[in-house]
Structures are given as C-alpha cells and as structure tokens.
C-alpha cells in the first residue's frame, strides 16, 4: 500500500534546499492556482528561474526557464496525452512520451513522478523524462526508475547515464537530503 504523502497547504507552500558544498540554494514555492499546482523555484547557484505548471494530479504541463531575461529563454509545453511542443508551436518529437521535467540543478523535479506515481513500498516504475541543460538549453529525454524503499525512501536511477541514488523525502514527497547534491534547509 502506498504510504499516503500530505496534501500541500491550499495557500501554498515553499521549501529551500543548500547544495551540498554550500555553494547554492534553491527556494521552490508551490501555489494552487487555475486548478492546477505551479512551482516557482529559483536557483542561486546556476543562476536560473524555473516555473513548471502541473495538473492537479501532477502531470506536467508547461516548464518555462529564464536565465537572464524577463521572458522565458526556454518554454515547453505538452498536450498531457504525450506530445510536446515549443512557445512557437513547433513540435518537438523527440520528446514525445516524456512524461516528467528534470532539471540537475535542483532536487525539487524528483517530487513530480513521486507525487504522482504514488508507488506502493516495494514498487518501482520507469518514467521518460525531458532532461534540461540550462547551461546550452538542450533536451534530451532519459529513461528513469523509481523505486519506493520506505515510508519515506527512494532510489532514483537514470537508466541512460547508469546514475543511481537513494534519498529521503518528507511527508509532502519532497527530497529531504540527496546525498553528495542537496540538503533540506
């Protein structure tokens, strides 16, 4: 049985991770807003913005990036049935079937297949997910596993890289520490 995670605050909510060498932090707002949930976080280290709008259920529906300008320097958008696309309407193919957005820079993207898996203890379930370098704004997808150890443990595996990693989450599913990356602050 899935152990159940807390609903967030209907007035929203907001958590700060530090990198693990204290070089960075990042603070993540989530609102309810347009009945959905949208995550606001900013990224000191890598000197970024992110906004991520998801479904109540937490399918994403649109990521928007900004690094040094007021307008988004990379927008994605999906349709939830799998198929994404630009601010230009240009279909992106390649990244068709992806269903997370994950972004290195910050822990806060493992919570989305968390949230919205809600996998039993024991259980695992691989996920496609849209890769962001926010460095050259590339995207590739990866293949992902995640597997619920514990009432609140996890292993994350990219299957395209080999990377693996346990960590902890809270009652919300959002990481607590991620070992050798990023600590609750």
């Known amino acids: 049985m899935a152990t159940p ?25 989530l609102r309810w807003e347009n009945e959905g949930w949208t995550a606001l976080g900013e990224v000191t280290r890598e000197a970024v913005s992110y906004v991520i709008r998801l479904s109540p259920m937490w399918q994403v529906r649109q990521f928007l990036l900004f690094r040094d300008q007021s307008e988004p320097d990379l927008w994605l958008g999906t349709d939830g049935a799998g198929r994404w696309g630009e601010v230009n309407g240009a279909h992106r193919p390649d990244l068709d079937g992806c269903t997370d957005i994950d972004l290195g820079c910050t822990p806060f993207t493992n919570t989305l297949p968390i949230r919205r898996l809600q996998l039993d203890v024991g259980d695992a379930a691989e996920v496609t997910a849209a890769m962001i370098d926010v460095e050259t704004l590339g995207v590739v997808p990866v293949q992902q596993r995640y597997e619920h150890h514990g009432e609140r443990r996890w292993r994350y595996a990219n299957l395209t890289s080999g990377f693996e990693t346990d960590f902890s989450v809270d009652d919300y599913g959002l990481v607590q520490d991620y070992p050798d990356a990023f600590r609750r602050m």
């Open 5 to 29: 995670l807390q609903a967030f605050p209907s007035d929203g909510y907001t958590a700060r991770w530090q990198t693990w060498d204290g070089n960075g932090d990042e603070t993540v707002t």
